[in-house]
Each structure stands twice: as C-alpha cells, then as structure tokens.
C-alpha cells in the first residue's frame, strides 16, 4: 500500500495518506491533476496527474463527434414576388396605373400563396409584400388623383383625335 503527500492549495503539505485518502479528496475536489504529490520512496514532486495510479481521473473525456449539417433543398426566390415588386414599381412610378397596379397585386398574390404552401421551396415574401404595397398604394394614388382631377373640372379625355 502506498502512502502519498501533497501540497494543498493553500501550499502546506499534507499527509502521507493512502491512495484511496487520496482518490476521495480528487472527488470531493480538494486535488486537482495539477496538485504536487511526492509518493513514498521517491525523490521528486509530481503533478497528481503525472502519478499513473491517478492519471486515469485527470484524462479529459472525448468530445462528442459533431456530424456536418445535411443541407436541405436549396430554396429560390418565387419568380411570382418578383414579377408582382417589378408591376409595383411600375405601377407607382409609370403613368399606366391601371394595367401595372392590377397585375402587380394578382402576380404578388400568387407569389404569397405560392410561398406559403412550399415555405421549403421559395423565398421572397418581402418582395410580394413590397409589390402588393406599391400595387395598392399606386391604384389608390390613381383613383385619388381622377377624383381630383373631377372635383376641380380638370379632367379631360383627350385620345388625340382633333376637332377640324
């Protein structure tokens, strides 16, 4: 049976006590791998770690193995948001209010229901959205601006026929 001494934490030494003394104090946390012990008959302190008897307590386990994610379907953007931002932009900024504001709300629309039923297939709710926003906001600007345009007298249906 084998008798050890250690130098505590605090740097006083303790012992010489026996090897199962010394596992409890490992377990209950009193040495550590890096605590210096001097085992009976030897010469020269050694980390408790370096001690073979002990070393199997000190052995870090192994980590987990972490497998590489397994990529799922690549998602593309829906051609239908695109299509309906591309009409809402029109739509706000070209004067053909009336085709390009309808389109872009059918083609924004579409593209929502689209994403919402295959989420794992497309991408692109913010350009529907921001389609369906310039589309609406195009045609009430429209309509707004005729109801004007009747209110002060101003409107005039001119298809570029003249009076001879």
């Given at each position: 049976?084998?008798?050890?001494?250690?130098?505590?934490?605090?740097?006083?030494?303790?012992?010489?006590?026996?090897?199962?003394?010394?596992?409890?104090?490992?377990?209950?946390?009193?040495?550590?791998?890096?605590?210096?012990?001097?085992?009976?008959?030897?010469?020269?302190?050694?980390?408790?770690?370096?001690?073979?008897?002990?070393?199997?307590?000190?052995?870090?386990?192994?980590?987990?193995?972490?497998?590489?994610?397994?990529?799922?379907p690549v998602r593309k953007t829906n051609s239908n948001a695109m299509a309906g931002l591309i009409f809402g932009i029109l739509a706000f900024f070209c004067?053909?209010?009336?085709?390009?504001?309808?389109?872009?709300?059918?083609?924004?629309?579409?593209?929502?229901?689209?994403?919402?039923?295959?989420?794992?297939?497309?991408?692109?709710?913010?350009?529907?959205?921001?389609?369906?926003?310039?589309?609406?906001?195009?045609?009430?600007?429209?309509?707004?601006?005729?109801?004007?345009?009747?209110?002060?007298?101003?409107?005039?249906?001119?298809?570029?026929?003249?009076?001879?």
């Open positions: 049976m084998s008798l050890y001494r250690i130098i505590g934490a605090d740097g006083r030494p303790y012992g010489p006590v026996s090897a199962e003394q010394l596992q409890q104090w490992i377990a209950e946390g009193r040495a550590n791998a890096r605590t210096h012990t001097l085992a009976e008959g030897e010469r020269e302190w050694k980390p408790l770690g370096a001690v073979p008897e002990f070393a199997a307590r000190f052995t870090p386990p192994t980590p987990p193995t972490i497998s590489p994610p397994i990529p799922g004067c053909c209010k009336f085709l390009f504001g309808p389109l872009g709300i059918i083609f924004s629309l579409v593209g929502l229901s689209e994403i919402n039923r295959h989420p794992e297939l497309y991408e692109g709710r913010g350009l529907a959205i921001a389609g369906l926003v310039l589309s609406i906001l195009s045609l009430l600007l429209a309509v707004l601006l005729f109801l004007i345009a009747l209110a002060t007298g101003n409107f005039h249906l001119n298809w570029g026929f003249h009076r001879f």
